[in-house]
């Protein structure tokens, strides 16, 4: 096969030099897959937000040019704080996965007996999903629910204080199925960096304060910067909690409702798109904001595997 | 680590009491989320009170008949199990070729296989509802087996490609080398060996498939509703149905959901998992 100096295996040759050969023909399926289910969609739903559907409000106020769909979103202000409505729930409940988890995670990075169960209690909250979470919430925290009951038999408050169907309701939502997520990643990047390092360090001197501020945070913080973004697409992508224990027309009426709302309500596909679209890029900008910071920060092999 | 004596003396410092009872504090409330749903769905009435005013088991029986949950539990294990085997197959041969070979444009194809987990379902959702409708797919249970394939394929590779990496190419060579052809290296060679990290990436596309809300919410029609959405709507129709029949469906979606997660959890350990996971970026 060889002695031939065929110009088709000769080439053939130099193709698979570069990495090219037949083994990433076990590619093919999954770029068709995600080609047709991801790209093409993406596509086709970024030039249908350019084109607005006749007799929808946008065309009746903005004309029917290609910017009508956007125009009448940042025009209007019930769809465009939706934005900062999803923001204003996204980012604390992002934020206060992330650093609750730090203190708990450290705590726990070594081995202990009765990790494993631990670990596993709380991942259960995982599998509630979104939907249980908020069934229970509403049972738990409603006015007549355990939690109103033990607070006003200790009398910390002498009438129900109100924790659902509002913004609180989301936000504890959020927590309870964000948490155990961050925990967990947090946890793994931790129980991912050398431990000598931390043990030079207090050979040396180093109280546990100095340990965690000078050696573990820093080997963290990529990390950290991750298991944020995750944690936010999570929180950012808040639906059926939001309609479930918020409220949904107000307080709580955030961008994927909108989103919802405009595709299954009001049949105008185009708008939908322009706000699905929306929706993703804010979230990108976020994400890239953070992958922006985390990009300064120091990588090394000594651990955080970041 | 035997011979050593781990530094455990902080163990009775007053932030370690502040952490644990910030645990316990979160695994109360928890127990109370799940409590609250439990208790109401084995009470008869239940409008004031600490408990129930009498115990009963039969909202069990007329949620199961009134939801008709046995056609909705079959539709959810078709559409688990559908997911499950396509995602594998698409997925596992991506990720062999992604783990032993290094081209140009890897990086470009990791980011469009990362894409669909990073961005969330409800934005690439509507756009792929919309499409899944003009082709009259949506409303069936082929596009909501397709739905829920986004965010599974990738997910499949992302798990194998790292599981793939740590399997030493030179067993492959070896075998080609004492004359095995490709087909029975992928089945006599690399088949047993792939197997555990196939077996941890199906139980967690199972139990990603049963509890993806979204997705399938966007695509369902009324025939091809899996557990999780028909949960949600018996609770927006709230008022028609006593709450009792709405909380027993909750404690059988919970069940459910804590077989599949026991059953992973006897595979995969989570915590390794997210940093096999990282590895690979």
Redesign the interface.
Known sequence: MASVAHPRIALRHRLAERGLDRTLLLLIPAIIFVVALFIYPFVYGLQLSFQPQPGSEAVRRYGSGPFADYRDFFADPYLRNTIWTTLKIGLPAALFNVLASVPIAYRMRGRFRGKRTITTILVVPITLGTVLTAEGLLAFMGPAGWLNRVLMDLGVVDHPVRLTHNYWGVLFSLIITGFPFAFLLTLSYLTGIDPTLERAAATLGAGWWQRFRHITLPLLAPGLGITFCLSFVLAFSVFPSAIMVGDPSGQTRVISIAAFHAAFEQYDYPMASAIAMIMGAVELIVIGAVLGWRSRLYRGATGGKG | ?STIP???R?TLRP??W???G??AF??L??L??????VV?SFGTKW??G?LPSGWTSRWYGTTWREFDLGSVLWVTLEVALAVVVVSL???V??A???A?????GKRV?MV??L??I???????G??????LYKFHLAGKLTGVI??N??PA??FV?LVMTPFIEQIDPKIESAARMCGASTRVIFTRILGPLLVPGMLAAAILVL?RTV?M??LT??TAGPDSQTL?VA??YS??AAGIRAQQE??AM?VI??LS??V??VAA?RFVN??????QI??TD
């Open positions: 680590m781990a530094p455990k902080l932030g370690a502040l952490v644990w910030a645990v979160f695994l409330i928890l109370g989320v799940v409590g609250a749903v109401d409008f004031d600490w197959l698409v997925g041969p991506a062999y070729a992604l032993r070979r290094a081209f140009p194809l469009a296989f894409l669909p990073l961005i969330p379902p409800i934005t690439y509507v756009p792929l509802a919309t499409v397709l739905a394939l986004v394929v990738p590779i139990v509890g809300f979204e919410f966007l999780v949960l949600y609770v927006s709405i909380d909750a979606y919970t959901m804590l599949l997660l959890l989570p915590t390794q998992l997210v940093t990282k590895e």
